[in-house]
């Protein structure tokens, strides 16, 4: 009888364990990390090289200020030369800073005749970052209800985005003033972590400062390379934000535009980047997060 009793406390202390077991491998998700550019906020045809035309009129005004006259051809040439830099730094997935993107411009159109001094970097930095203001991107509309679903989840919130040429602090700025700026309880911009997508070092980062493990995250994000690689070499579970919607088609049909480089898979294959879910509106993520999580 003793044996039996022992039997039966051994049988149910095993069934327990099994089921704890069961419960653990359920896959939850306590955090949801998202791209910014092309996914939260939005483009429209052309927007990109306005910005830049923006930027270079904005620069030229400021350097007058400080006695250099630089016409805006000029630095509209200069600023379309400076793709190969980045690249070069870009493939490494490092990030060059908008200051630095301003010194390479200033050195270049003037052929190192001009010094940047430090008392000009305010107000040339201001010119540079203000384009963003001056013709805005928008903010996906399917964002606001996809933010305070995951909130009201009990989600944490990140942000993990390449920023180009528009630096972080000024975006940072952008989310706030178009009211989604307070639903993130992270965000990480390249320029200021010194890292790009995919490295998963980026992703990293958000793991340890969201407090939780790489398989309880999802990314969404718009880029294959970027985001759907990125993400799950890092561990994460990702969604493909997938829709021509809100691209800006005149610079992805530019091959030398940063924005159409920024597409191209390097040394990947399509059919080899196999996303966890596939949308084709942030509406969706709703459901494609709760799917993950059965």
């Not at 016409?71 to 690249?87: C, H, N, Y």
């Not at 963003?132 to 996906?140: A, K």
Request: a neutral charge; glycine letters at 6%.
């Amino acid at each position: 009888m003793e044996v039996f009793s022992e039997y039966l406390i051994f049988s149910a202390r095993y069934y327990v364990s099994m089921v704890t077991e069961l419960d653990d491998s359920k896959p939850e998700i306590k955090a949801v990390t998202l791209d910014l550019w092309e996914t939260l906020l939005l483009e429209r045809d052309g927007a990109n090289e306005q910005r830049n035309l923006i930027r270079c009129r904005n620069l030229a005004r400021a350097l007058s200020k400080f006695g250099v006259k630089i016409s805006v051809d000029r630095l509209i040439s200069v600023l379309k030369a400076m793709t190969p830099w980045l690249l070069t730094v870009w493939e490494k997935n490092r990030e060059v800073t908008h200051l630095d993107q301003i010194r390479f411009i200033i050195k270049a159109a003037t052929d190192g005749s001009v010094s940047l001094r430090e008392e000009w970097l305010d107000e040339l930095s201001s010119a540079y970052v203000s384009a963003i203001y001056e013709l805005p991107p928008y903010l996906n509309p399917d964002a606001p209800q996809l933010l305070r679903w995951l909130k009201d989840h009990g989600k944490k919130i990140g942000l993990i985005c390449n920023v180009g040429r528009t630096p972080g602090f000024i975006l940072r700025k952008f989310l706030k003033d178009e009211g989604i700026g307070n639903f993130f309880d992270v965000m990480i911009f390249s320029d200021e972590a010194g890292i790009r997508k995919p490295h998963p070092e980026i992703f990293r980062m958000a793991t340890r400062r969201l407090g939780v493990k790489p398989s309880e995250i999802i990314h969404i994000g718009d880029n294959l390379r970027s985001d759907v690689w990125g993400a799950k070499n890092a561990g994460f579970k990702a969604i493909h934000f997938s829709t021509r919607k809100g691209r800006d088609t005149i610079a992805e049909s530019d091959p030398n535009s940063l924005i159409s480089i920024s597409r191209k898979l390097g040394g990947l294959k399509e059919e080899e980047i196999i996303p966890d879910r596939t949308i084709t509106s942030l509406a969706m993520a709703i459901e494609g997060i709760e799917e993950l999580e059965r």
